[in-house]
């Protein structure tokens, strides 16, 4: 496939023209890192387990997608309530969507399109490109800066979540008698 004389392929030297756009690729990639740090605060929390001890076991699977299949399943089963399985199954349902909007970005070969009287950024979908389809995406700020917005969130709901979770854990159980009683590990 022949391009045409008005745009610019590369690696980097492309994203270089356009700092800005870059930047919120940068902290959308950054901020999934937290949203799987939160995921695996979830887990500890969940397993009642430090997270010395769960952190290495999540991180050594090299994959997104493949921690979320350890930690998803886990969560899940874990859940005490009703309204715990339902808040995790949610989360984890919208840490899928997320991950495959942070790939679109990581996973693109980014192109700078002069075909109208201003430069475009555009992403190829890395995934699509292999399989013989070239689909352009134009990369523009408001649709990045809604991303981040969402993953920000996603990041927040968690984090709300296991230290929620957390808490609630810890409270002390009522006696037949209606005081408290110390809590007790599960």
Not at 25 to 43: G, K, T, Y
Not at 64 to 80: C, F, M, Q, S, Y
């Amino acid at each position: 496939m022949k391009r045409p004389k008005n745009e610019t392929i590369g690696w980097g030297s492309v994203l270089a023209g356009f700092p800005e756009e870059a930047l919120w690729i940068a902290q959308i990639i950054e901020e999934w890192n937290v949203v799987e740090f939160e995921l695996a605060h979830l887990l500890s929390n969940m397993l009642a387990a430090p997270a010395p001890i769960v952190f290495p076991m999540i991180f050594a699977i090299n994959n997104n997608r493949g921690r979320l299949d350890v930690i998803e399943p886990a969560v899940t089963r874990l859940a005490k309530t009703p309204e715990e399985k339902v808040e995790v199954t949610g989360l984890m349902l919208e840490a899928r969507s997320v991950l495959n909007v942070r790939n679109g970005y990581t996973h693109a070969i980014y192109i700078c399109s002069t075909t109208s009287k201003r430069k475009q950024l555009q992403a190829v979908n890395l995934k699509n490109f292999h399989k013989g389809k070239e689909s352009r995406i134009p990369v523009k700020l408001g649709q990045l800066r809604k991303d981040l917005i969402r993953i920000t969130k996603l990041a927040d709901d968690i984090r709300f979540t296991w230290m929620g979770i957390a808490l609630q854990r810890q409270q002390p159980k009522p006696t037949a008698s209606g005081e408290s009683s110390p809590p007790v590990s599960d």
